[in-house]
């Protein structure tokens, strides 16, 4: 997702951050290429990544 523009933390956010979101975000995109490669239906792939932000988003805002 190289092109996609950044939003800005209100104060600066450290290169360790950055390079952790990079990471993440590549992976991300590399598993969604290989779920497509081995032919998931599209439906099934966003189902999936969609379960898992709704988990993680529940398990911050209990804590």
């Known amino acids: 997702m190289s ?3 950044r939003l ?3 104060l600066p956010l450290s ?3 950055n390079a952790a979101v990079s990471a993440l975000d590549k ?3 590399d598993a969604v290429d290989a779920a497509k490669e ?3 239906p599209q439906g099934l792939v966003i ?3 969609h379960g898992h932000a ?3 988003t529940h398990q ?3 804590e």
Do not use: F, K, P, Y
């Open 54 to 56: 709704h988990a993680q």
């Open 47 to 49: 189902g999936l990544l």
């Open 60 to 62: 911050m805002v209990s």
């Open 38 to 40: 081995a032919g998931l």
């Open 15 to 17: 290169q360790d951050i």
């Open 27 to 29: 992976a991300i995109a």
């Open 8 to 10: 800005r933390h209100a």
């Open 3 to 5: 092109n996609v523009t």
